[in-house]
Structure formats: structure tokens, C-alpha cells
């Protein structure tokens, strides 16, 4: 079904560009209706054009806010070509067709980001605009909608092959673009408005996506991917890539896992991600040994994993670094002899996250239909609400071990159990459908990296130990210090166990499951 | 802000409850503007009301695609009431103030979802109603707006606290809700061109959710949670609960995890979950038998794990299944006598699947401020592409153990190696950073609990074994054909080592990475 293009309205925020289409729509003798800024520009640039309020004979109110919400326009929109009741309603009113809208909004998130106040975000959201496009978007059998100034080229186009016509096909898929919009629009205006009232878990919730990126491919090399942002400030994730190639589906999977650890640490630290859990992961004073530390705890494991760190790599620690293979680096900034160093290693990826922070207070978990969201884990737990359940209590510095300790295991796939000694792991069992399993794991590890590390050791487990057995493990390995949440109706043999091996044990009443 | 109430505009797909709002408005001297199927649904339960056609001085047209789309609408729904200039303009144009809009739409989705035409659905577009709860929300200062009849109460109580007012609060929470309606109802639109157009990965992508339940809590205690639905059919899940509590965070976690598994079986099969991983997985001809088999995989691990079975539960079936502690079951049907027995298991949860089915062809991936969409991993291997790369071949009987071996390895969590014996698990090593940790872990699982079944066992990985070492263990256990996707630089060592065991190999070029 081809279509002629006799009337095309036009409203645009974004100028730019524009000019290339006047030019083919006034090859094709097409009239142009316009109005304000879009009406001045066309003008200028030397093209007839008629102003909306000329043509409803109605004259634009309330600042612009009604000018095209008018039956002249939205009847010349809708209407059926085919349908010969709405052919004698539009002569009997001296309507005409209106066969193109070339509408492009102005970005609410631009408004949004900035930091004015919210009386310019909600002046900002365009009513007359989205009614026009998503009208010519459902009326895409007879109307051409245009909402992307990328999509200028494929009008021309369509106007060159077909003489001053567009196809059906180039329409049905120009209100797809259309619907996109208007839908990530509004997702962007509902979000803006949840937040404002704090509202986490509204009736509906709908989460905006523009594209950053088509990837290379996603998990695997057989599935397609592509990465979406989704906050007002759509330009960046506040990920800034120095130098390598482009990021992978697995690439980003680390990289958040390690963003969201490190997010948790208050002192200078690095974590080392692979296969979205931590290999190791360590806060120290100096930056260097944090590294060193993290690399230390599974150095096998650690090999072509993703290092994250919140301090600026020198040289020093640049040199350290590129002793291991790995695929990317994400620190705050790289002093200039760094990036020398770390630009020599081929396939390494640098990353600047001095902009990075987290934006949402929540969480979204897909399913084939549906999605869970849940509050993000802030918690680790609360001194106050400790129960020191053995007769050997930690000191003051020994919790603050065990807060370290319970930091990192909540991070870690479910069932986690993570031995740590002072502020670095030297243990990570993760992932085990049972518990006494991510025990061993957690202590071969510490046994085969950093045995000696192991007596006077902290452990901390996500969940309460449903039998003594993993209790016992640890004890065995050299742990001194076991925090996990308690609440097993097998405590009492647990705290025994603890008890006869003169270790401490404190139950946090704070679980950490994390799948 | 207190705004006085003198005019409203109804327009309602679903008429229910509107009586008690007209009572009210009726109270407080409120006009009424309407017009088809809701003016003569006012007029029927006697209330005053004026028709839009004869306020706007405009016959509506277009079969109703244009009534209300008209200046003297949305000029009194967007006037600024605190703007002089504004003021002016509507007295000078006769207009009066829209104070309220009652509006909800015709579903989307219930038109998408039935087998009309692809014209029906996009005729069932909305574009007037839209553009006046658009309109109004955004001039919620002044304007009140209503799009759920749950808020017909609130309204109520809001009239009669205020005298026939409403105040700021109450309307800029009703415009939050307007606009996460809207953004919902193009997200449905969008998603069903996108579909229509066999468009995965659009430019802007817009996840539409509608609440389904509030959980009792997330993963975990101290974290809040909500269920919601995306598809056009968001009325269910396709999880029919029979009988048990609520459903938690943690529960849906496991439940789509087996149903994905489920969902890649052709044959007689039942998968048991815990922490997001299997425990165990089996296909068979007899349904009893693939639920024993999936069982004795991990006993241990499995106790108050979530149970998927692709069959209906008979009574045999039934009095197995309660001596082991499961929290739900899942499976299509249940047969009276089975029901009689499992309802007898306290807090046991039972879901019939029988309507479940696989919605989308991608799947997606939620980070703090971004999302990752990639198409499902639907493949397993081809048999063209295989490279048997031993001395010794498989028959095709082994293939068949070499296929449902790599099936179920692509579910569990990277690194992940799983052991099998014919079409049962014995033996699952899942997500730990280096592969030989996950060979370790699959070997002691298939030693503790099915040491007998090793010998001549069939081993997947879901990625290339980096060094010999997990295939060194694997064989020393017993496994007899080992499947990998092949790549790696020390293949030829793995193979030299298969050939001097003189047991199976073979790549299938075909990874299976999953975090």
C-alpha cells in the first residue's frame, strides 16, 4: 500500500538536519505545516510553510500548551483513506489528510539530570506531541511518522523510489520506532515522578531502555545482545573506557558484580571478578597490597578476571598488575606512566569509573514474563543487634574483621561461605546447593593459597548452618571467628562445637541469600 | 494546594463501581462531560451530564477517533489556574476549567491476546484517552486525575474532606499513577510491534510490569519485593496454585530456574532446585523413576528444594515425594489421591503448570542503572558440527547421553561441569571461578552419593577445559565420554590424556556460559 504525501506537519526540538528533508519534501510539492521555533527555522532556511494556527484557524493558548490538539489536525491524522464515511466527514469539515508528522520531543531527561526544580521537569513534558505521534503512529496504514532524525535518510528515500510516496512496510515500521518512544517517554516521566514520591514497587512499573550498544554477541557466541541504559541521564553509564576493545556480555556482567562489591567499601579496596563472583577481594590502606591481596586469595581463578578498584593506578601498581593476565581494569583514574605500562599489554581494557555511581536503591531480577523487584542489600548487620553466643567474644577490631568478612560473603552466589584474614578473603566457597559444600570449598582454597593465613581466620557464612558439620570444617581449618545469622534449630550443637574448640562465634539475625 | 471541583470529564471502558463517584460528584454540584457508552451509562443511573460533542460545538467524527482531542478539552484540562495570561485567554475563548478526568482504557492486551486480526488490535489503539490523562497529570497542580476505579474511594473521601475539593498531594500521587499507566499501555503498544516486526533489540526497549503480588519480602528478610507481570497476558503466570502459602522472592527464583530447565526437555522428565541451581535432573520414560533419579543425584541438597516435573502426579508418585522435604512441587496436574497425600505435608506448596508456557525468545539481565538483552540460549549442540576429536567414537546411543549431559550443564551457573549416567545426573559441580574446582566438586558429589553409576558416566562442561587437570579428574573418577566445546590452547594435551584412558571426547564448538 503505497501512499502519497500531500500535507506533512512538523514539529521539532532537534533543528539539526532538517534541512535535507525540506528539501525532497519540496521536490514533491508537499505542504508543510508548522509552528513556533520549527515554523521559524523552515523560514529561514528559505521554504513555504503554513503556521498551525493559520491552518485550524484557532490561535495557539496557554503558552503553547494547546496549538495542535485540534480535531483539524488529529482528524487529518486518523483518518481512513479507505473508509468512505470518514472521506465525506473530512470534505463536509474542509479538512484535509495530514499524510506526514515528523515530531521529535524534547528530552525530559535533559530537564530531569539538571538541576532545576521540578516545576521546569513537569513544564517540560510535551502533551500536544506525543497525542500527534502516537495518532499517526496507530494510523500507520495511511500516515508516515517520523521521531528520529536518523530516520530522515529512509524518508528521502522511500520519497525517491515511490515519487513522492512511502510503502507500508517503511510505515508499519516507522510506528514501531514511534510507539518506542512514546512508551520510553512516558517510562521516563512515571519513573521521574516514583522516585519524587519514593515509590519503589508502584502498581505498574515500566523500565526504560535505550540502546548503548550492540555487543558482539551475549553469554555465548550463538545469542545476540545488545546493552541498554535506562536512567535519565541516557549518554553514559559513568563507565569510562580508555582503551580496548569493545566490552562483552560477560565483560559488563563482572564489571557490575565488582562495581556493586566495591560500592560497599568505605576504605581503599580492589575486588577481582570472575564468572560474577569475587576470586578475591581486599580494603587496605595502601592500594597496592589491596590488590595484591585480592590476587593472592585464588590467583588461579584470578586469571583473565576483571579487577575493580577504588583508587588511581600509578605506576607501581600498574607494573604488579600486569604480572597477571587480565581483561579488564576498571580503577578512579590511571596516572600517566600506568597507562604506558598497562597500554602495552594487548587486549587489556582500562576503564575510568572516577564518574561511576549507583543510581537505584532497588533491584530487578528478569523471568520469561515476569520480573521480581526487591530493595537492594544495604545491610550488612547491626552491631546492636549481635548475639554473642560463644563464651570467647570478639573485640572491638575482631568485628570489625567479621563485618568485612560478612561484607564480601553477601556479594557471593548463595550458598556463600568466605574465610577471610583481617580485610582481605583468603577463602571464597560459593554457589553450593549446600552449605557444609561451600565450607570445604571455601577451605581447600585457603588451604591451597594461603594455608598460613588460616589460623586466626574469620569466616562468615550467608545463611545459618542447618547441621554442625560446616561449623566444624572451619574449626578444623584454623577459623577462630565465625559470624553467620543464626536461627537453626541446630544452633545449640554448633555453639557447643564452638565452644569446646575455644572459638568465638556471633550470630547477625541478617541473611544474605544472593542467586 | 486545595483545588475546588466544577467540572469533570468521564470517560470509562470499564463502567463498574462509577456509580458511587457520580453520587459524590452530584453532592458537590459537580458538571459532568461525557460522551458514548459512558454519557448514556450516566444518564441511565439518572445523573445530569452533558454530552462532549455538544460542550466542544464539535461533532465527534471518525467513527470516535476524534471527540475529545479539541482546545476546549484540553485547554481546560491544561490551563494554569494560578497564570493570569492564562485566565484571560480562556475567558476570551468561552472556555471553562476541566477540574477532573475520570478515564480508563480499553485493555491493550485483551485485544492482543485474543485471536482477532492484527487490524482489530491497532484499532483498539487509544489516542483521545491517552492525550487527556497525559494532559491532566501533567497539569496536576491544578487538575485532578483518575485512571483506576480502585481510586473512585480516595476521590470520594478527598470531596468530602475538602468540600468538593482536592488537595496537591492526593493529585500529584494520582498524576504518578497516570503516568505510569500511560508509559505501561505504549510499553504493551511497543512490544507488540516489536513482535509483529520480529525486532529484539530495538533502539528504545520498554519493559512494561503490572504488580502482581507484594512478596513477603526479597531474597532476604530486611529487603522488600514485588512480583510484576510483562506480558500481554497479565492476568497470570501460568502457575495455577493449588494449595500452600504465598509464593516468596526466593521460591519464584528456584520456580523459573526448573521451568526453563523443564521447558528444554521433549521427554518424561523432572528437575529439583535449590539456591537457583539443580540438585539433580533426569529424564525417563517412567515418571516415578526421573523423580528417584533427580533425588538421588544430591539427597542432601535437595531437602527443601523446589521440585518441576513435566507430568501429572499419580498417588505412587505422590507418597515418594513426601518422604523427602520438599517446599513446592510443581508438575502438570495432580491426581486426587496424590492431592489427598501432599496436602497432608504441612506448608508444602503446589502449583499446577499445565498452562506454563515459554513467552519471549530473549532473556534479560538487570544492573544498577542499565539492562542487558540477549536471545535465550535455545541451542545444545549439532551433530553435523561435532568433532570427534578421540581415538575412540561414541555410537549414537551415547550421543544421546552426550546431549541431555551438555542440556542440563547449560543450566547450572558457570563455571559448571555436570556428571551423568544415561539421562540422570550423579553428579553436579556449579559456579566456581576455575573449572577444575567445578570437576572437583561434580566428582566428590557423584563419589558420595552415586559412586556405582561413575563408571561409564558421561561428563559436560560448559566451556573448554583451559588445562588437562579436570579432565584427568574426571577420568580417574570414571567418566567414560567427556563433551566440551573444544578451544583451548592445551586441547591436544586433554586429548592425549582422553586417548591414553582410551575413553570418549568430543567439542561441539558450542560454549554455554550462564551467570
Not at 513556533?36 to 493559520?54: D, P, V
Amino acid at each position: 500500500m503505497i501512499r502519497k504525501i500531500q500535507n506533512a506537519l512538523i514539529s521539532v526540538s532537534d533543528k539539526s538536519e532538517l534541512e535535507k528533508v525540506l528539501r525532497s519534501l519540496e521536490k514533491y510539492n508537499i505542504n508543510l505545516i508548522s509552528s513556533g521555533g520549527t515554523y521559524k527555522k523552515i523560514k529561514k532556511l528559505g521554504y513555504k510553510c503554513e503556521e498551525i494556527a493559520k491552518y485550524t484557524k484557532f490561535k495557539e493558548m496557554l503558552d503553547g500548551r494547546v496549538k495542535t490538539l485540534h480535531p483539524k489536525i488529529h482528524a487529518g491524522i486518523l483518518c481512513n483513506r479507505s473508509n468512505k464515511k470518514h472521506q465525506i466527514q473530512m470534505r463536509r469539515n474542509k479538512f484535509k489528510n495530514i499524510d506526514l508528522i515528523i515530531v521529535n520531543f524534547y528530552p525530559f531527561q535533559n530537564t530531569a539530570l539538571s538541576k532545576k526544580n521540578s516545576n521546569s521537569v513537569i513544564e517540560n513534558i510535551d502533551i500536544g506531541g506525543p497525542a500527534m505521534v502516537r495518532a499517526a503512529a496507530k494510523n500507520f496504514k495511511d500516515t508516515s511518522i517520523i521521531t528520529d532524525k536518523k530516520d530522515y535518510g529512509s524518508l528521502i528515500n522511500q520519497l525517491r523510489q515511490h515519487k513522492g510516496c512511502t510503502d507500508l512496510k517503511f510505515r508499519k515500521y516507522m510506528a514501531s520506532k514511534a510507539f518506542n518512544l512514546t512508551a520510553y517517554y512516558d517510562s521516563m516521566i512515571s519513573n521521574w515522578f516514583n522516585k519524587e514520591l519514593n515509590i519503589n514497587f508502584p502498581d505498574r512499573k515500566t523500565i526504560p531502555g535505550k540502546k548503548l550498544a550492540q555487543l558482539r554477541y551475549g553469554e555465548n557466541p550463538h545469542q545476540k545482545s545488545s546493552i541498554y541504559i535506562n536512567d535519565f541521564n541516557d549518554e553514559e553509564t559513568g563507565l569510562r573506557k580508555i582503551t580496548g576493545k569493545n566490552l562483552s556480555y560477560n565483560n559488563y556482567n563482572d564489571i557490575y558484580k565488582g562495581l556493586e562489591i566495591l560500592s560497599s567499601f568505605r576504605q581503599t579496596g580492589t575486588v577481582i571478578i570472575k564468572h560474577a563472583n569475587p576470586s578475591g577481594a581486599a580494603i587496605n590502606k595502601s592500594p597496592i597490597k589491596s590488590f595484591q591481596e585480592s590476587l593472592l586469595c585464588d590467583p588461579i581463578s584470578a586469571f583473565g578476571g576483571v579487577v575493580v578498584c577504588n583508587f588511581k593506578i600509578t605506576k607501581k601498581i600498574a607494573k604488579e598488575i600486569t604480572n597477571t593476565f587480565f581483561e579488564v581494569i576498571l580503577a578512579k583514574k590511571f596516572d600517566k606512566d600506568a597507562l604506558k605500562i598497562l597500554k602495552s599489554k594487548k587486549n587489556l581494557i582500562l576503564i575510568d569509573i572516577s564518574k561511576f555511581k549507583e543510581r537505584k536503591n532497588y533491584q530487578i531480577k528478569h523471568f520469561d514474563g515476569s520480573f521480581l523487584i526487591q530493595d537492594k542489600n544495604k545491610k550488612i548487620f547491626d552491631l546492636k543487634n549481635l548475639k554473642y553466643v560463644t563464651r570467647l567474644k570478639p573485640n572491638k577490631q575482631e568485628l570489625k574483621f567479621a563485618e568485612f568478612s560478612m561484607n564480601v560473603c553477601k556479594f557471593v552466589k548463595s550458598n556463600s561461605v568466605v574465610i577471610t584474614n583481617k580485610f582481605s578473603t583468603i577463602g571464597i566457597g560459593a554457589g553450593q546447593p549446600s552449605r557444609v559444600d561451600s565450607c570445604k570449598i571455601a577451605v581447600e582454597k585457603a588451604k591451597r593459597f594461603r594455608s598460613r593465613k588460616l589460623k586466626s581466620s574469620v569466616a562468615a557464612s550467608d545463611a545459618f548452618f542447618p547441621f554442625p558439620d560446616g561449623v566444624k570444617k572451619l574449626i578444623k581449618a584454623g577459623v577462630k571467628l565465625i559470624v553467620q545469622p543464626g536461627g537453626s534449630i541446630k544452633d545449640k550443637e554448633s555453639i557447643d562445637i564452638a565452644n569446646r574448640a575455644k572459638i568465638k562465634m556471633i550470630f547477625t539475625g541478617v541473611r544474605h541469600f544472593n542467586h
